[in-house]
Nanobody
Framework: QVQLVESGGGLVQDGGSLRLSCTASGRTFNNSYLGWFPQAPGKEREFVACIYWSYGNTYYADSVKGRFTISRDNVKNTVYLQMNSLKPEDTAIYYC????????????WGQGTQVTVSS
């Protein structure tokens, strides 16, 4: 059974930084995309970043390019999202995801971690 367990959310001021972690277990993640989909209040979940587990290729939404960095630790089976220069509009529940068919066809979701950016 696949499990994605997030941590690292919290409250931060405008312009601050946070690092989210997601530990994956339950199957091999070769040829998968592990990523993050935040859901802001009243909005749909949307893609912001993912990493191709096998080779480390990274992909970002335009809204976070230059501010967020996704990385992985193959030994710990963990993916990280370093978020810098945070803005109030980044406030959301951040869900860790796993996909195989494409970067956005999510097969598994984590339980989410809350990120709140105060102005």
């Amino acid at each position: 059974q696949v499990q994605l367990v997030e941590s690292g959310g919290g409250l931060v001021q405008d312009g601050g930084s946070l690092r989210l972690s997601c530990t994956a277990s339950g199957r091999t993640f070769n040829n998968s995309y592990l990523g993050w989909f935040p859901q802001a209040p009243g909005k749909e979940r949307e893609f912001v970043a993912c990493i191709y587990w096998s080779y480390g290729n990274t992909y970002y939404a335009d809204s976070v390019k230059g501010r967020f960095t996704i990385s992985r630790d193959n030994v710990k089976n963990t993916v990280y999202l370093q978020m810098n220069s945070l803005k109030p509009e980044d406030t959301a529940i951040y869900y860790c995801t796993a996909a195989w068919r494409s970067r956005t066809e999510v097969a598994y979701w984590g339980q989410g971690t809350q990120v709140t950016v105060s102005s």
